[in-house]
């Protein structure tokens, strides 16, 4: 039964889109290790039908989407920091929003050189 | 309609449990957290940043890594401390979203009973894992197996 509209926790800004990109990022990487340790599994069935499953893993289309893996696994990383700065640090709730800043800044950081790598290895054959 | 209303943060519930699993769970995430950064970070760093990165990728790789007793506790460190940091995040994102009780037990069951194969299956496969299969092309295999 929908509930009638109340009051809410939600607050906006940056400490709750933060936490719900936090959440997004997280089951999104968390199902992407189920089919990772099932891949991987194939090594154990032979070298052929390992071989032709990361074959797959080498097409642009994936190329594309593991570039959006690593960016959703650097930003939970760097955001799981922050978020234990603010449990731990005593100055950290006050320093969330800056700290959000510096997550986004070393997102771009590691990113930058990771796309350039990457995307030359999937798209440069 | 009668507007719900929120129960202010610290109003007990129910006196039910008087454990400290969720605290442990809690201080979980967050050792866990700083560990599988490192972890993740060198395993990303090492497949697809060195050398010719996600192209090299083949059979013979995970054999060479493998070969060595570092990288196979690395991956199986990353393999349990993923797969319980991942389970307690959705366990977590479960009992937030899934209000009807009969439900919420079923998407536990099923997320616990898919972690503990995938934790099985992937242990087995580091500890069980043979480079070189006897029947298998020797161009598909490492280097330092043995010639047929």
Sequence with gaps: ?125 | MTATSIAAPRSPRRMRSRTNTELYAWLFMRISGVLLLVLVFGHLFVNLMVGEGINALDFAFVAGKWASPFWQIWDLLMLWLAMIHGTNGLRTIINDYAERDMLRMWLKVGLYTATAITIVLGTLVIFTFDPCPAEAAAHLLPSFCPAP
């Design chain 1, 1 to 125: 039964m929908p509930k009638a509209p109340a009051g809410t926790l939600y607050r906006g800004r940056e400490g709750m889109w933060s936490w719900v990109a936090h959440r997004v990022t997280g089951v999104g990487i968390f199902f992407f290790l189920f089919v990772h340790v099932l891949d991987t599994a194939l090594v154990r069935v032979s070298p052929e039908a390992y071989n032709e499953v990361i074959h797959t893993y080498q097409t642009p289309i994936v190329g594309l989407m593991e570039a959006g893996l690593v960016g959703a696994i650097i930003f939970h990383a760097f955001n799981g920091i922050r978020i234990i700065l603010v449990d731990f640090w005593g100055k950290g709730p006050r320093y969330q929003r800056q700290m959000l800043v510096g997550v986004g800044v070393l997102w771009v950081v590691l990113m930058v050189p990771f796309l350039v790598r990457h995307l030359s290895h999937v798209f440069g054959g």
